[in-house]
């Protein structure tokens, strides 16, 4: 039976950090990573991990003040954040592939398999 399980969000002011962890069993999977869903918008990518290797992919927004990194081994991705924004303030979610990290990294897809997301609020 395929799980991805999210944990560590909660609740921070503006410039605090938090970090997340997923943790994924069933397959070994290559690609892991974080998406993320605010009140009224579109679920978006936030950072990606390659499991095989150090590749990893970041969203714009977060470029600078996100760190995504992994143990391929144990089938985890962390998300430490920080510098947090309000605008940062979202449901969490994990994403988990079998398949590499590629150019499709970003499309959600890609992913056959999600956790139940962990929510982060940032106040300002």
């Known amino acids: 039976q395929v799980q991805v399980v999210e944990s560590g969000g909660g609740s921070v002011q503006a410039g605090g950090s938090l970090r997340l962890s997923c943790v994924a069993s069933?397959?070994?999977?290559?690609?892991m990573g974080w998406f993320r869903q605010a009140p009224g918008k579109e679920r978006e990518g936030v950072a990606v991990?390659?499991?095989?290797?150090?590749?990893?992919y970041y969203t714009d927004s977060v470029k600078g003040r996100f760190t995504v990194f992994q143990d391929g081994a144990k089938n985890t991705v962390y998300l430490q954040m920080n510098a947090l924004k309000p605008e940062d303030t979202a449901t969490y979610y994990c994403?988990?592939?079998?398949?590499?990290?590629?150019?499709?990294?970003?499309?959600?897809?890609?992913?056959?398999?999600w956790g139940q997301g962990t929510q982060v609020s940032v106040s300002s």
């Open positions: 991990a390659y499991t095989g290797g150090s590749a990893t």
């Open positions: 994403a988990a592939d079998v398949g590499a990290c590629r150019s499709t990294v970003w499309d959600q897809s890609k992913y056959a398999y």
């Open positions: 069933g397959y070994k999977f290559r690609c």
